[in-house]
């Protein structure tokens, strides 16, 4: 079995990795430990911060006690990954790291240098906006420029571990991702999420497989290196899909946004980074598979609810919605991370999909995300519908959308039907289950209303179809409170069954958890992660799926 591997580049890296993690926890990679690394420019970036926190609360879910920190693999049941994160970001912050002119000393040496440092800087970046503007808040659409700063900052980390003096902890981080890659060798699967329309993930996506031979290179000095003869790198090549306001004369006045992205250029920058691309022999060599991932409509706009009506940059207000392409990209990662073919090629090969447009809307299925493989469509299905009636009956049936009492209630459920082996799961375990489903669906705060994740990547599709009924998406309490779980989907094959005259499809399924147990072939071990599994195994059945 290969051993899988993570990058996530930017704001919509960090955004694609939000989806994949949320496929993590409705348990589509069975008996797998991932290395993730979330890369980026801006430390405080909004987007990553939010993916950092939900990988966290993932790892709290499988860790119980004195267990192994993010507990370990699981099989066919929730969260059945092992998550490891690691995180490292360019370091613009200190003095005379501000900008491209200061961190490349342009100004330093002999005159003759000098003179030749400013030459060559000028002939390719412009001088009082590029060289200039601050560079923690990404690269701005100046894939040049990034480019080179993105292997520079890679490669200056791995010099700093040598030679072993103020190694920064990011650098840690990534030393210790770069020892685990190169210890998997040949059998080495490394995935990378980022768009090509930006700034940070198009600078990135066709160096970092150079960058991170590089690194080894230069940690080992030159007894280790990656071959990408044998190197099974994949990347999306996600296109514009949102757009945002321009930024007014105003804001562009002031020094520190005299370089601004601006999302009317998307298109052209897609078309720019697609074209290098296909004619960069890097690019070609290092990757096996490229996922061509777009969005062929008119983008989504994402800044309507932007109180400062300024165009944001970057920092820990860059929190954009979720986006059905996201969700694309992390299968397009389960589909790199589990086909058995496609690797030997010596130049890098292009997959896509089409998807239904009918009416001016898209109409998903639940074909368009899991390729052809029926059995692993069928557990798509079966793993992200019995996820989504979880969180319904965590978050409306047992109150836990307002507060954190869904887990616990739905425990008090267990316990009144003598299902008591689950009773010391404790309330912080409980909250920390609850929470996820919060930011998984929905929650309600001071009796507002806010969307989770899947509500968001639904949101981006509507009024097109998208996996599930759609009267499975209310968004006010009252709608909540009428919702029958078991109806989810479309194919009623796949709603509960009634039972008897007198019961509901609710009680059918408590009676089904009941006469079910966690199995031994889901490898789990703690309370908490028998309570999912047989959670799991009781919607299945509810579900009509066959668990074997």
């Known amino acids: 079995m290969d051993k899988l591997f993570v990058i996530a580049i930017g704001g919509t890296g960090m955004r694609c990795l939000e989806s994949f993690t949320h496929l993590c926890g409705i348990g589509m990679f069975d008996n797998q430990e991932i290395e993730v690394l979330t890369l980026d420019t801006d430390q405080n970036n909004g987007n990553k911060g939010r993916v950092e926190e939900l990988i966290g609360l993932y790892n709290r879910i499988k860790t119980s006690g004195n267990s192994v920190n993010g507990g370990t693999p699981n099989a066919n049941t929730f969260f059945s990954a092992k998550l490891n994160l690691h995180r490292f970001w360019t370091n613009y912050s200190g003095p005379g790291r501000e900008n491209y002119k200061n961190i490349s000393k342009i100004s330093t040496g002999t005159p003759e240098q000098q003179k030749a440092n400013k030459l060559i800087s000028d002939l390719f970046l412009d001088t009082s906006s590029v060289q200039e503007f601050a560079l923690d808040h990404g690269y701005r659409a100046q894939t040049h420029l990034g480019s080179m700063l993105m292997y520079h900052g890679i490669v200056e980390a791995a010099r700093n571990i040598v030679k072993g003096s103020a190694v920064q902890s990011q650098e840690r981080e990534l030393d210790e991702f770069m020892g685990r890659l190169e210890k998997a060798g040949a059998n080495a699967r490394v995935f990378i999420f980022g768009s090509v329309f930006g700034g940070t993930g198009a600078s990135s996506i066709p160096v970092i497989p ?145 998807v239904e447009f009918k009416d001016n809307s898209f109409n998903f299925s639940f074909d368009d995300f899991i390729g052809k493989d029926k059995k692993a469509g069928e557990i798509f299905v079966n793993k992200l519908g019995a996820f989504f009636s979880l969180a319904h009956i965590s978050l409306t049936k047992n109150g ?148 074997n």
């Open 210 to 354: 150079k960058a991170l031979q590089d690194f080894v290179k230069i940690r080992s000095n030159g007894n280790a290196s990656i071959d990408f003869s044998k190197a099974k790198f994949g990347s999306t090549l996600l296109t514009e899909y949102f757009t945002f306001s321009k930024p007014d004369d105003k804001q562009k006045a002031s020094k520190a946004n005299s370089v601004i992205a601006d999302s009317s250029f998307f298109p052209l920058n897609s078309q720019a980074a697609l074209q290098f691309y296909q004619s960069d022999p890097t690019v070609q060599k290092c990757y096996k598979l490229l996922y061509h991932i777009g969005w062929p409509i008119e983008s989504k706009k994402i800044d309507d609810n932007n109180a400062s009506n300024q165009t944001i940059t970057g920092g820990s207000e860059q929190k954009n919605p979720c986006h059905i392409t996201e969700l694309l990209c992390a299968c397009a990662a389960y589909d790199f991370f589990t086909r058995n073919n496609g690797f030997d090629s010596a130049k890098a090969e292009y997959l896509y999909k089409a």
């Open 400 to 547: 836990g959308a307002a507060d954190n009492s869904g887990i616990k209630g739905f425990i008090k459920q267990c316990e009144n039907q003598k299902l008591l082996q689950y009773s010391t799961i404790t309330d912080a375990e409980c909250k920390d289950i609850n929470e996820y489903f919060k930011l998984f669906a929905y929650a309600f705060k001071d009796a507002k209303f806010v969307p989770g994740w899947l509500y968001q990547v639904r949101n981006s599709v509507a009024p097109g179809k998208f996996l599930f009924d759609s009267k499975a998406f209310p968004d006010n309490q009252a709608e909540l409170n009428k919702l029958d779980v078991g109806t989810l989907f479309l194919d009623e094959k796949h709603h509960w069954s009634k039972g008897g005259i007198f019961s509901n499809r609710y009680d059918t399924f408590v009676e089904k958890l009941i006469n079910t147990n966690p199995k031994d072939e889901q490898k789990v071990n703690t309370t908490k992660e028998k309570f999912l599994a047989h959670i799991f195994n009781s919607l299945t059945i509810s579900q009509n799926f066959d668990l």
